[in-house]
């Protein structure tokens, strides 16, 4: 008899796992079931579409051959059946059948299932702020949603839009808004931007982009109510801290795994909320798999489980998923909790643990924070990007990246991930034979440049101190010798401006040795603060036995620095 | 008593072993000797100085703070003496010293060492072909032999250039003389371009894009003389092929390592000419540490010797021996063999093995080769970058990659890079939690995708023929079906043209499946052979036996293919 396999939800992980499952056994009888009308959509194309970057809706279902992903389409080339318009409402595990209603007619239809994919995806959350009910106050996880914002009453231009949230989809979407003309404000209850993702020192890189765009940040602010006008549609935001105009709102303050079918025949639920899988991604189930947006996936770092939804691991998941359907075991590793975002010129990535989730684990750990040229310095093109690196000691481990700049971060990032997708300590990544020529790296790529750093630390060369610990340390006004090595043009141009500030050029170093006292606490740097270690081993040389040296220098400096106009 | 190191030559290898000598043992002595002025430059940034895009050649000595490391730099900042203009002569092992002389003065100078780094390069291979000694006939390995080529008799524009050998440097000195506006011919004794680094279903996509910028190619070809005017100047190249004009030859035909110190001095020099080192980069004189160009390398994927010259590799090098002169007894793990160039709008990576090269090994592989847009492809910045993914059946281990394209290239072979250097596998690669956003990547990014394929062969469900063998059957006269189940607009648009071909698409394949006869041989394909596969996999379901698809599709033919205008 032929194998029947049901799929709940037709966008990433169940056209996958279905497609797959057909590929692997022709004969297999394979339905998906999906409330909307569209499927197998690029809903991480949203944003872009809003943007107006994609012109037409129908590219972000379409192949890159251009076919549409439509219900005829699976049928003719993939033989699959595809029921949309239809919202599975049960699972009747003893019978194994799945009961579904169509949201067009009304109509029952029940679906018997001898395996089911559970690819149902996760909801927005709808914070209890009064108004949002309102036209104009949006969330976007559908086709639908936007392009209810991109044709809401002709053009964009000129419309105030307040945001919030700023996690991934609440900056992606500042930049569409930006890019249609709107004026936008973002209002985040905590103190960064995309605060579960980065650490404050490389957040504060896409908050000065941010305001450099002309986006006003409310930070460690609260929406309270959204108010309208007599016609329903929304007109102001009142926060903690003001009132502000919105012909729009986007709320994007993040995403739960969509469990009720699950919860409700039974299934096991994990620690975070989502469908909890083994590594066949099957559920408590043995007939029952689940992927995507609705899952925990273990994190590669730490073994525990994480909540990371992305459209690459549900396509991953939907992969494993037909393998093991079709008799082939294969496993899903986990995740890292990758991420990257562009923010008009800026990209961001991150990968693994912050610094502060590395506090949360209890892990010893080192930092390395390296700004510099993406490419060989003396091509103009060369753009500054900062790496900050996680490694632990004294293994050297690395368990966290982040990138951020104006240049190629997301090789860099790649790099990281694959390093820790085995392990990969800094002293392995320090000798990678990563592709160098001048248009693409410089001869010690930024990542190599990083791991040396964290290297030295682990064996106690390089002794570095964050420019958030400098900052605290300046604030309780303790004393030290801030000790810049750049020359004084440099100096001239941009500078940390502290009484505890001294000048000496790392040229000049050596022979004015003498009027460094050697009783006090240094702390050296320079413009990224390769001259800054260099001038920490000197004065180590030296005999002076309280120096390091400020992690990033000035460049990766996150406060206030007086720049000559 | 104060330990003494010597290091003979000042480019890469050299000063960063010094400089970090000097780091990790603040009172050493170290010297460097070099035979040249200018020291410590960036080598590789020689065709980009040529091209203008750097415009002086200090920026090529420069830090990336704009400081130029000169005798006195290494003095003031680094505390290293620097002897330049001094031809290092001989290597006295038993008194421990360094016979010098200055090609200055001629003053002979003796440097006793306890430990000696030899970091003395390559030269480049002179062919002996009557007329090289031409004024206008060049080499390129010094920032002087840069200079002499810029700044020759005025403007390089109109001017015709012959350069011979298409290894990575005639490359990347194509672009540079055709963006001072030369017109450029390529004297190539092998069929390929990068013969020796690629593949010709590669290396044909850097064929095409010097051919659309104007570049002529002598392929297969060998210069015969060089003739010149009656003031010495080279006015044409004579090759087997053709009499063709030349204001300017470049010989690029390829590097050797120096060895003649080593050589005289009784060191043990390796099978491929280059000095032999252990993994400590020592030499068999355990007071004698050798790196960067001079040097053979061990592969990291055969673990044989391999000689790869490469800037980044010296860099890494010097770390290495100065770890070792200081009591830290690091290893070097060997090289890939990454490079990476820029062509004009394209960019061409590899690593590791080529095919050819696993077959010299005797290695049993599969290969992916995998066309698609490096970004989502509903965004119209995404261009289009092709995969070839080599791993050894049946374990999946990575033995090679290679990616050409307009798009970003060098992300995925920074992937492969890792991923090899950890020994991983394409089940691996499958499942790294890449960093996935529409501006970035697919979903499913290329080489995730390139993995899957590989995978889907050594598991037998892909069954691939790739577009040389294809093209040999059809050469042959071989009798086959060659469908290609795109749409008819697509055919209509572009088309391999041979009596074989049958169009069915997709969509219809079920369908019409009845026409298609089951005893004949069936080669399918379509733009990137995504659908090709899938079409594969249709008729396996179908019972019909003998269906392989194409690898890479329309896009990967190398070959004619015709174009509606």
Redesign the interface.
């Known amino acids: 008899m032929k194998k029947r396999v049901v799929v709940i939800g037709g966008v ?1 992980c169940g056209p996958k796992a279905a497609s797959r499952i ?3 056994m ?2 297999a009888e394979v339905t998906i079931i999906e409330k909307n009308e569209i499927l197998s959509y ?1 809903g ?2 949203l944003p ?1 579409y809003i943007a107006g ?2 012109r037409d809706h129908s ?2 279902m ?1 192949t ?2 251009g ?1 549409v992903r439509d219900t005829h ?1 699976f049928r ?4 699959i059946t595809v029921v949309n318009r239809t919202v599975a409402e049960r699972i009747d595990r003893k019978t194994k059948e799945v009961h579904a209603v169509s949201t067009l007619t009304g109509e029952r239809r029940v679906f018997p299932y001898d395996e089911l994919v559970l690819a149902v995806g996760s909801r927005t959350i709808q914070p209890p702020i009064p108004g949002v009910e309102l036209k104009g106050v949006n969330f976007l996880s559908t086709v639908e949603d936007a392009r209810k914002i991109r044709d809401q009453e002709g053009s964009l231009e000129g419309k105030h839009a307040v945001i919030i949230g700023a996690g ?1 989809i609440g900056v ?1 979407v500042t930049e569409a808004f930006v890019r249609q003309g709107m004026k936008v404000r973002i209002v985040e209850q905590t103190e960064h931007l995309l605060e579960n993702l980065v650490d404050p020192e490389i957040a504060f890189h896409l908050k000065n982009e941010m305001l450099q765009k002309g986006v006003a940040l409310n930070l460690k602010d609260r929406a309270k109510e959204i108010l309208g006008d007599d016609q329903g549609r929304v007109r102001t935001v009142v926060t903690e801290q003001g009132s502000y105009p919105a012909d729009m709102v986007l709320i994007a303050v993040g995403v739960r795994p969509e469990i009720r079918l699950a919860e409700e025949a039974g299934l096991e639920i994990g620690p975070l909320g989502g469908i909890r899988v083994d590594s066949h991604m099957r559920t408590s189930d043995p007939s029952i798999y689940a992927g995507g947006d609705c899952v925990e996936n273990t994190s ?1 770092v730490t073994g525990k489980p994480v909540y990371a939804p ?7 998941h939907g ?1 494993v998923i037909a393998d093991n359907i079709c008799g ?1 075991p294969t496993r ?2 986990g ?8 923010i008009f010129d800026l ?1 961001l ?1 991150r ?1 693994g643990l912050t610094e502060k989730e590395t506090g949360q684990e209890e892990l010893s750990v080192v930092t390395a924070l390296s700004p ?2 993406d490419r ?5 093109s060369a753009k500054v990007i900062i790496i900050k690196l996680i490694a632990e000691n004294p293994s050297g481990r690395i368990v966290g990246c982040q990138v951020v700049g104006y240049g ?1 971060v ?2 860099r ?3 990281a ?3 820790m ?2 392990g ?1 300590t800094v002293m ?1 990544l ?12 410089p ?3 930024n990542i ?1 440049v990083a791991a ?1 750093i964290a290297e030295n630390k682990i ?1 106690d ?1 390089g002794h570095g101190i964050t420019p958030s610990e400098v900052r605290t340390r300046m604030e309780e006004g303790d004393d030290f010798i801030f000790l810049d090595v ?2 004084p043009e ?1 100096f001239e141009q941009i500078r940390i401006e502290d009484e505890r500030v001294r000048l000496v050029p ?3 170093l ?2 004015q040795i003498e009027t460094i006292p050697k009783d006090k606490e240094i702390i050296t740097f ?3 603060s ?2 800054g ?2 001038a920490q ?2 004065l ?3 005999g002076y036995a309280k120096v390091r040296y400020m992690d990033g220098g000035v460049v990766a400096w996150p406060y206030k620095k007086f720049v000559a106009s």
Do not use: Q, W
Request: net charge positive; glycine share 6%.
């Open positions: 990433a057909k590929r692997l022709p004969h690029a991480c194309g872009y970057e994609v590219e972000l379409s890159p051959a076919v389409f003719a080339v993939k033989d991934l992606e590669r992305m459209g690459s691991t549900a396509n991953k992969r082939r899903f590793p995740v890292l909790g990758t991420a990257i975002v562009r990209s990535a990968t510099a040229p060989a310095h003396f091509l103009p190629d997301a090789k990032i790649e790099v991930v694959t390093s997708s085995h990969g392995d320090g000798n990678y034979d990563l592709a160098y020529a001048p248009p693409f790296s001869a010690m790529d190599i040396n064996n060369i750049r020359s440099e790392l040229g000049k050596r022979e320079c413009k990224i390769l001259r270690y260099e081993r000197i180590d040389g030296a």
